[in-house]
């Protein structure tokens, strides 16, 4: 399953058939036990239906039990055609799922369009007021029609009726799945609480309302199963927001940024935040303003992190030029969309990759992370700024629109151990290199402005080559060696990185090998195959640049590799390339395949079958 309704789809994952033709025989006098589910609200962005998704997301952290979203929003600011899925269980969660158990669609565009989406025996809840269900799907799913719209104008009104029946559904999915109604009370009045006593009532009242409706066809018909005590001590985010608590548990002070979808979340939350902890975020007047107030803030001492998404980071390159040049720690994080040029703002796609490598003139090396769940956002934004300042070099973070709007529940991060709050250190020194070509590795640092140089030789910054202590140089041996300088430290930093993990037999026949948020899908499928009597295994590649060296060691084990990603080359193309030359060596090849799927594509489906004996390449576009 590579999930949520893109990638692809190698076995759909729904809820028991036998609850589920259960209820659609009528016989459901007693709740019957599941242990997961997959929702899908189907509706325009005006709705709120993203609302009825994340009420359901949090309910699922304050329950321990483990919960993936994903949603997809119109990129015209009229709004428009919306979605939100929502995969709830009591197990592990890896993908938000392909095919829906229920869905809620309260349009007609709604029904026709998300109508074979749901699963084998589904169930089709949908607004009597504006659905005329078809035929031909009346035998095939169970229909249940409930005039929502005209429901909550009973409930609370006519004037607020656009702005209540996603909570009168809400109402009515707890009715559905026997959910803990105080619970969900709770985080109702916490969402609107503030907003004034009336607009809380209003909101209170419509989601009673719907949990009230009495009908046979949707009363307590599911009984989700608790998750475990392990999951008690959870927190719910977005990866936007598990991006942005992680870049100030890691020690940043400062950042700036220049609003674009769908990197804007992050900048809002640091904006709100960091002054909270005695730094500041700061809202510039274009992209190029914004990267180089942040390496101007790396130079004062304190690692500075911007971001964009694709074309706020076509802008950057001449200044992430200068900090490679000049050596300055820096932290970029790109959400990506679909691409080129505006491309598809609202989709999700990993066709940032070749930028995020190669983005700028002349030999640039930096460092480049690719984040793959909501959790690994946290973490591997604190991996992003202690590698910055170890080595001293611009760090790109990948994330994608999927992560970024996905909602999660993980374990309380321990934050006691974790949090720095980095204090600049101005101690006086003898003398001062920050380019100091003495260390073989190529890692030096810069002292913070104001640090006293006993010698009196203060090194200067500069975008143009220069010597060991940063003067303007033009000497063809000098740039030869600094060169060489830059590119030992990711070499240093390749052989530092842990050795990626294979899910699965450690060798066989193929090997699936995904990176981004590619990760759970590819866990599952592997899963799913598994217990089916195949024999196939999965890698994830977090540090894409430097490639971890270890891969020298595990992709020989395997027949054949296939490259699972959203974009049409990426790390399919560095693999070949360093595969290739790799075993041309050692005198065999290694047969490396590419599973592309890009943003507006159809959905690809691979035969069980073909994907395990690697009998074929599949190329769009």
Request: glycine share 12%; with cysteine; hydrophobic share 35%.
């Amino acid at each position: 399953v590579l999930g949520g309704g893109w990638g692809i789809i190698i076995k759909k994952f729904s809820m028991s058939e036998t609850t589920v033709s259960e209820a659609n025989n009528g016989s459901h006098s007693q709740a019957s036990n599941i242990s997961e589910v997959t929702i899908r609200l189907a509706g325009n962005s005006q709705d709120g239906i993203q609302s009825i998704g994340g009420f359901l997301a949090r309910l699922a952290g304050r329950s321990e039990r483990e919960v993936m979203t994903m949603m997809t929003i119109p990129s015209t600011i009229s709004g428009g055609a919306s979605i939100f899925q929502v995969r709830l269980g009591s197990g592990e969660v890896l993908s938000p799922g392909d095919k829906a158990d229920v869905l809620f669609a309260f349009y007609q565009h709604s029904y026709d369009n998300h109508v074979n989406n749901l699963a084998k025996d589904g169930m089709l809840v949908y607004d009597s007021d504006h659905v005329e269900p078809h035929e031909e799907w009346l035998t095939k799913y169970r229909h249940i029609g409930i005039p929502i719209s005209s429901l909550t104008v009973e409930a609370i009104g006519g004037t607020a009726r656009d702005k209540g029946k996603n909570l009168y559904a809400l109402g009515l999915i707890g009715r559905m799945f026997s959910l803990d109604t105080a619970k969900l009370e709770r985080l109702i009045n916490e969402r609107f609480g503030g907003k004034g006593e009336s607009i809380a009532k209003t909101a209170m009242d419509a989601f009673q309302a719907g949990y009230r409706y009495h009908s046979d066809d949707i009363s307590n018909l599911f009984r989700l199963a608790q998750g475990g005590a392990e999951r008690s001590n959870q927190v719910v985010m977005s990866g936007n927001e598990a991006i942005g608590y992680g870049l100030i548990a890691a020690g940043v002070r400062f950042g700036a940024g220049y609003p674009i979808t769908p990197w804007s979340d992050i900048m809002e939350l640091l904006r709100r935040e960091l002054p909270k902890y005695g730094g500041s975020f700061i809202q510039c007047e274009d992209e190029i303003a914004s990267v180089s107030m942040a390496i101007g803030a790396s130079y004062g001492g304190h690692v500075g992190v911007t971001g964009s998404s694709g074309p706020g980071i076509s802008l950057k390159t001449e200044a992430i030029g200068w900090a490679v040049m000049a050596e300055i720690p820096l932290v970029v994080i790109d959400v990506q969309r679909g691409g080129p040029s505006t491309g598809l703002p609202t989709d999700v796609e990993q066709s940032d990759l070749n930028i995020a490598l190669y983005g700028g003139h002349g030999d640039s090396p930096r460092v480049v992370l690719a984040a793959s769940d909501v959790e690994d956002c946290f973490y591997t934004a604190i991996e992003a700024v202690n590698i910055a300042r170890k080595y001293s070099v611009p760090v790109f973070l990948l994330s994608d629109q999927a992560i970024a709007t996905r909602i999660e529940a993980f374990n309380e991060p321990d934050l006691k151990t974790i949090c720095k709050d980095v204090e600049l250190d101005l101690s006086p020194v003898a003398s001062h290199k920050p380019y100091d070509l003495s260390s073989g590795d190529g890692l030096s640092q810069h002292r913070a402005p104001g640090t006293r140089i006993e010698d009196g030789r203060y090194p200067v910054v500069t975008g143009l080559e220069h010597d060991e202590s940063g003067h303007p140089s033009g000497d063809a041996v000098n740039h030869i060696a600094m060169t060489k300088k830059r590119r030992n430290k990711l070499k240093t930093l390749a052989d530092e990185l842990p050795v990626p993990e294979v899910c699965g037999p450690d060798s066989g026949d193929v090997l699936l090998v995904g990176w981004g948020s590619t990760k759970g899908p590819l866990l599952e499928a592997v899963e799913q195959l598994t217990n089916e009597g195949y024999t196939l295994s999965s890698m994830h590649i977090k540090h894409i640049n430097p490639l971890p060296t270890s891969l020298e060691d595990i992709l020989p084990r395997f027949k054949s590799v296939y490259i699972v990603e959203m974009n049409d080359g990426g790390v399919y193309t560095r693999l070949v390339h360093q595969t290739d030359c790799l075993f041309r060596r050692k005198g065999r090849h290694l047969p490396v395949h590419r599973v592309a799927w890009q943003a507006g594509s159809p959905e690809v489906n691979l035969g069980v079958d073909d994907l395990h004996r690697g009998l074929f390449l599949i190329n769009l576009g």
